[in-house]
């Protein structure tokens, strides 16, 4: 199974500042398509995941542009360029190149 | 926009089978693909198998054993059966559209396997 890594673990941001979290692949995800399946979940406390982005770096529609996703075979970065307090929640990466489809562990991003 | 809503019961006992169904309402289920993902609590996300609105399936191979996904077109549904179950099959169960990716999902049903 691919393995996917994400860090940091944990991610106290001030409001208004920038936030980064790395996902890493055990393997590259490149598709025979030529396409990157590499996706990015955001789960609020007591929320269902919602889907951010797509293929490394489009966003799903109705999510704020302060969100972005960045990075190619098996080093990808999801960015908040300011942070806002309904940010708070778990983020997730996940793989959908190769089966079985796996999650990161997760980065909790909470407010200092 | 779909809507998806999961439904089956929340307690099972040991050893029995976990049956939960996933019922699609503001569109079609037919032309798209259709997973089962789970969340023990407290802990990360697990993809269990996808199913497309033909019957064909890709499961989890840790879990491909115990697990049958099923689609019921005429009723706008898709299920889910895990058998034998174990302790380590509390979870959150979700249902969500997608493949390769998953674009919508269900609130969630918590299931705890417990005598």
């Given at each position: 199974d691919v393995v996917m890594t994400q860090s940091p673990l944990s991610l106290p941001v001030t409001l208004g500042q920038p936030a980064s979290i790395s996902c890493r692949s055990s393997q590259s995800l490149v598709y025979s398509d030529g396409d990157t399946y590499l996706n990015w979940f955001q789960q609020r406390p007591g929320q269902s995941p919602r889907r951010l982005i797509y293929k490394v770096s489009d966003r799903d529609s109705g999510v704020p542009d302060r969100f972005s996703g960045s990075g190619s075979g098996t080093d990808f970065t999801l960015k908040i360029s300011r942070v806002e307090a309904e940010d708070v929640g778990v983020y997730y990466c996940m793989q959908g190149t190769h089966w079985p489809l796996t999650f990161g562990g997760g980065t909790k991003v909470e407010i200092k | 926009q779909v809507q998806l809503q999961e439904s089956g019961p929340g307690l099972v006992k040991p050893s029995e089978t976990l049956s939960l169904t996933c019922t699609v309402s503001g569109g079609s289920i037919n032309n798209y693909h259709w997973s089962w993902i789970r969340q023990p609590p407290g802990k990360g996300l697990e993809w269990i198998?996808?199913?497309?609105?033909?019957?064909?399936?890709?499961?989890?191979?840790?879990l491909k054993s115990r697990v049958t996904i099923s689609v019921d077109t005429s009723k706008n549904q898709f299920s889910l059966k895990l058998s034998s179950v174990t302790a380590a099959d509390t979870a959150v169960y979700y249902c969500a559209r997608g493949q390769r990716g998953m674009p919508q999902w269900g609130q969630g049903t918590l299931v705890t396997v417990s005598s």
């Open positions: - | 198998g996808y199913i497309y609105y033909n019957g064909s399936t890709n499961y989890n191979p840790s």
